[in-house]
């Protein structure tokens, strides 16, 4: 039976499948087991093809209830979601994450990117990871990776399971997808990025609903889709304007890069990082289908860099909540929590502000950090360049609350029987 007669379904308007057939681990395994790295391009162009329902390329991810794995697909125009089993996943709650008493962690996978180019057959410059996750009930972390960097290239999500890197059979999982309307077709950013990269920036599941995060083709490009699950046939669009203070002018385009949902005196809020670079803070009862949204800029993070990640996280030592985002440019910023929820928002029509500005910020050590997250409340999982070598990309743990791994520097405390004026090596875990 031909792939075009193995049976279909449309449900409320989003379509399903049950098809069956060569699983995208089975054509992975034969062509890296098989096949040079020239021919193995044809067998995994095929497995992305015959991911369910077409999934074109593997970005933002979230989970939701059950197990549910979103997948943002730029390419396809679409959010997929995969209802994972116990059997793909792969408890890690007894991995050691490094020694918190001593501000030491360590190398989960150290080269990670050559490690996913030995497991999908190909090089490492060749290899994009375009985000990652932590489970938290397991603590198993997940990867979107391309194989490939062109127009061809194959999506995977890749799970960790300890110093092993395993290819999702996504094929064999319970799945529906979301198709979005009016996302960017091909044009080219003044310095090359394709707009349609950024078309699904962020997904963030709060209470029934997928908060995405993106651009759009028309005119106000910065979108928010607010999206119920399980999916039906509709998406509720709303266009996001807010004050960009280094500018000094409001601003359409430039999207949300990461987002997350918090209550503010008992009504919920999306506090959003934007490329360029505020902080900004948008009622969820404002996101309404096709409203126009004036966001309140809150804090300006600071002009030349643009945020990459953020977490949140309560901080042991004072037992207050916090924000923390990673840029590509220049170290972490760390927010209260208890500030964004009663910072004014920024003036609006005044001269160029170049930040940090706005809402209290506290710089955190933290640079080359390309994708981040908790894994509990005492250890981050960071995939970043190394800093004595920025050619090598690891998965590394990183202790909360300061995100600092002391092994990196050179200090007088290093040394074998050196002095410990903080405790390092005496005081109790917190």
């Not at 096709?290 to 901080?315: A, F, K, N, Q």
């Amino acid at each position: 039976m031909s792939d075009k007669q193995k049976p279909r379904r449309v449900c409320d308007g989003i379509e399903r499948s049950e098809t069956r057939g060569c699983s995208r681990r089975q054509l992975l395994a034969a062509g890296v087991s098989g096949l040079t790295a020239i021919t193995i391009a044809p067998r995994l162009a095929s497995a992305r093809v015959k991911v369910k329902d077409g999934l074109e390329s593997a970005g933002a991810l979230a989970f939701g209830p059950g197990n549910v794995l979103f997948v943002g697909d730029t390419k396809g125009a679409a959010v997929h979601a995969f209802e994972l089993s116990s059997a793909d996943i792969n408890p890690q709650t007894k991995a050691v994450m490094g020694d918190a008493r001593t501000f030491h962690g360590r190398n989960l996978i150290q080269g990670i990117d050559r490690k996913l180019a030995a497991l999908l057959g190909t090089s490492r410059d060749q290899i994009v990871i375009n985000d990652l996750l932590v489970h938290r009930p397991s603590k198993q972390i997940f990867l979107s990776v391309h194989r490939g960097r062109g127009p061809d290239a194959a999506p995977v999500v890749v799970g960790v399971n300890g110093n092993q890197l395993n290819v999702l059979d996504l094929d064999a999982m319970p799945h529906s997808k979301v198709r979005i309307a009016d996302v960017p077709r091909q044009e080219i950013l003044e310095f090359g990025q394709p707009e349609r990269n950024l078309a699904i920036t962020d997904i963030t599941y709060y209470e029934g609903e997928i908060f995405v995060a993106g651009i759009s083709n028309e005119e106000f490009a910065s979108k928010l889709r607010r999206i119920r699950y399980p999916f039906n046939d509709r998406v509720s669009i709303s266009s996001v304007e807010i004050w960009h203070s280094v500018h000094a002018e409001f601003e359409t385009r430039a999207p949300i890069i990461k987002h997350l949902v918090r209550e503010i005196n008992n009504a919920p809020y999306l506090i959003a990082v934007y490329a360029c670079t505020p902080l900004v803070r948008i009622p969820l009862a404002l996101l309404r289908d096709g409203s126009h949204v004036h966001g309140e800029t809150i804090g300006e993070l600071g002009y030349g860099s643009t945020p990459v990640d953020m977490v949140r996280y309560i901080d042991a030592t004072d037992g207050k909540e916090y924000l923390l985002v990673t840029n590509n440019s220049r170290g972490a910023t760390r927010v209260a929590f208890a500030d964004i929820d009663q910072a004014a928002p920024m003036p609006v029509n005044v001269p160029h502000n170049f930040g940090p500005a706005g809402v209290p910020q506290y710089p955190i050590a933290l640079t080359g950090a390309l994708h981040m997250d908790l894994v509990d409340e005492q250890w981050a999982v960071v995939i970043r360049h190394y800093p004595g070598d920025s050619a090598r990309l690891d998965l590394h743990t990183l202790p909360l609350p300061f995100f600092f791994d002391r092994a990196d520097q050179i200090v007088e405390m290093n040394w074998p029987g050196g002095p410990d004026p903080f405790g390092y090596h005496t005081s109790k875990p917190k």
